[in-house]
């Protein structure tokens, strides 16, 4: 069974920073693109960052020069590196990973639980 268990939320004061981590197990098909998406109340899931098998990156425009992601592949983890953190990233923060089976050429997509982030200004 695959598990994204995610870690590394909380509460910190704005402009600090945190870091955050999903590590997927229970699958041996290969990890493609991996990505943290959140949610605040009342929005709309929005993009954080993504992060493909290849190591290529995209943010989204609220985030760019603050969030770093990056992956390994070893640990199977997704880390996210938030920096200037600012009051609006308060959110749920979700993993999100594309896996691959390539005996049949498929992809499924999976979601962790979520972490809390909160910001205090």
């Known amino acids: 069974q695959v598990r994204l268990v995610e870690s590394g939320g909380g509460l910190v004061q704005a402009g600090g920073s945190l870091r955050l981590s999903c590590a997927v197990s229970g699958t041996t098909f290969s990890i493609m693109t991996m990505g943290w998406y959140r949610q605040a109340p009342g929005i709309q899931r929005d993009l954080v960052a993504t992060?493909?098998?290849?190591?290529?990156?995209n943010y989204g425009d609220s985030v760019k020069g603050r969030f770093t992601i990056s992956r390994d592949n070893a640990k199977n983890t997704v880390y996210l590196q938030m920096s200037s953190l600012k009051a609006e990233d308060a959110a749920v923060y979700s993993c999100?990973?594309?896996?691959?089976?390539?005996?049949?050429?498929?992809?499924?997509?999976?979601w962790g639980q979520g972490t809390q982030v909160t910001v205090s200004s």
């Open positions: 999100n990973v594309d896996l691959r089976d390539e005996s049949l050429g498929l992809e499924y997509d999976y």
């Open positions: 992060i493909s098998a290849g190591g290529i990156t």
